[in-house]
């Protein structure tokens, strides 16, 4: 598998936020894509996700299901844990598998990972913040997905689960996977790449 992005530029509310930003990773690739605050990071993750138009440039992804368009084969967690607050952590995980599909772990082997496995009929609402960002990161083994896009995923995390993120990323990389991960500190990972978005 192999993403290639081609002279992307990318416009947000009529400005110009980046442009000729290219790079080319492949499977076991970790990117860290580093720059100033409002440099971009986020929006290359969403433009590369589809969530964001782009301006111009190519994003092609080679090597996947050929049945399946290029975000199909993405998982983007964002700075937002994008959690239903009113349901709980079971049916948080429930609704992505069934949205994401392909299953892999199993829900409680993906919430012992994180250590919120007690957590499990919980109203999402009641968690923590740290607890928050642990749901959100389950979603990653619940359905198998070869590209994570990653918006600052160490954010909130204590420093063990820092460790278990770097752990279950790197497990994801040996298998085949490729990440992109956009980030001011340590992934606790040595990047393959490093992108830096903007004037360093
Ligand atoms: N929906 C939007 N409408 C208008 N401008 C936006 C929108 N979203 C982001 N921007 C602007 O785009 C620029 C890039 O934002 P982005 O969040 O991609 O930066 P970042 O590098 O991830 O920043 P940080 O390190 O602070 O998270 C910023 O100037 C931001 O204000």
């Not at 980046?18 to 492949?26: C, L, M, R």
């Not at 990653?140 to 954010?155: A, G, K, M, N």
Request: glycine residues 12%; negative net charge; charged residues 20%.
């Amino acid at each position: 598998m192999c993403l290639t992005v081609e002279n992307l530029a990318c416009e947000r509310g009529g400005r110009l936020v980046f442009e000729a930003v290219g790079f080319s990773a492949g499977a076991g690739d970790l990117v860290a894509v580093t720059g100033r605050n409002g440099a971009g990071k986020s929006s290359l993750l969403r433009v590369i996700a589809g969530l964001v138009p782009r301006r111009e440039g190519a994003i092609r992804l080679d090597g996947g299901d050929a049945e399946k368009r290029p975000a199909e084969h993405m998982h983007y967690c964002g700075h937002a844990d994008a959690l239903k607050p009113s349901l709980s952590v079971r049916e948080n995980l429930s609704f992505w598998r069934a949205y994401y599909g392909d299953a892999d772990r199993s829900i409680e082997d993906a919430l012992d990972l994180f250590a919120i496995e007690h957590l499990i009929d919980l109203p999402a609402a009641y968690l923590s913040a740290g607890q928050k960002r642990r749901l959100s990161l389950c979603r990653l083994l619940v359905s198998r997905r070869p590209v994570w896009l990653l918006d600052e995923p160490t954010s909130a995390l204590d420093t063990a689960t820092q460790a278990r993120l770097a752990e279950l990323m790197g497990e994801h990389l040996a298998g085949g996977g490729l990440i992109l991960a956009a980030t001011h500190g340590d992934l606790g990972l040595a990047p393959s790449l490093a992108l830096t978005i903007g004037a360093p």
